[in-house]
């Protein structure tokens, strides 16, 4: 393989529209990628095997019971049946095969979640607490190396911080997503405005607070350190904004997955997993990999 300071290679024929490849993830940043991938996927079934165990939010210091701000539950239904029910708020819907009420095994089984969503799948609240605290210290360090690589290495500006020109031009960026336009050329050396600020409000954002919530709801970090949990205005607030950042996480990993099928998912892949990555050029020349952004 080529080293990243070599010429890209050409992965086209016609010199007037050639496909370069170009050096565009270093390996620590392709690391931290996948390390992630692992501990998010191991955080969310844990957490969810977790949040069974008591499938209710609140705000505040304390469980108000008779007044969640979300609750998963199963009860009777109008034909005397037994349903699954998500509370939110003073409104309840209907969620039996989802949530509340699902078939494990063949049989009917009253969990929030059902059981191939949780780790581990039975009801384990012991384990799924050893599993979500083992990887949410491995999702912690991993982060740090990311930042301190990607500070000292100017990584983290070029794939985080909009240029001047990109945000000018975020309307054009907009549109491109919503008709799955997506750049090429010279412009594909480079994340797009959308992705830099999304990126910006994940690691600046929502994996801070979903951190200190969580640190928030330990006892022993109650008793060290009173300030965190009164920041989130009490345990339960903070229980609360971690779930709903959890579910933001999510929704960020869904748009992600779905725009890397549709913008090309195997010169993604192989961008991701060898670190090159195939751009359209009108030039037909060689092309410092070395300059990619």
Known sequence: MASPS????????????????????????RLAHWINVVCLAVL?????????AHPAIYWGAASTFDSPALAITSDEGPDGKLRGFTQIGGRRFDTTGWL?????????AERAFPSWSTLPAGQDLATGRRWHFLF???????????????IGSGQLRRRVIPDGDQIRDIGGSIREHLTLHFPE????????????????????????????????MSPGMDAALPVLTDLFGG?????????????????FVLVHVVLVLVSGFWNNMRGMVTGWFAIRSDRGAEVNAGESR
Request: proline share 3%; hydrophobic share 55%; no cysteine.
């Open 235 to 251: 345990r339960q607030s903070a229980r609360s904004v971690h779930f709903i950042v959890a579910n933001l996480l999510v929704l």
């Open 185 to 216: 050329g010279e412009e594909a050396r480079r994340y797009n405005v959308l992705q830099k600020l999304t990126y910006l409000v994940v690691v600046a954002i929502l994996l801070p607070v979903m951190v200190l919530a969580g640190l928030a």
């Open 136 to 150: 949410a210290w491995a999702f912690v360090i991993n982060g740090l190396v990311y930042l301190l690589y990607g």
């Open 44 to 52: 969310l079934m844990s957490g969810l095997q977790i949040f069974n």
């Open 6 to 29: 070599a010429p890209a290679r050409l992965a086209g024929d016609d010199s007037r529209s050639a496909r370069l490849l170009i050096f565009r993830h270093p390996l620590v940043i």
């Open 100 to 108: 509340g009420l699902s078939q494990v095994g063949g049989e009917t």
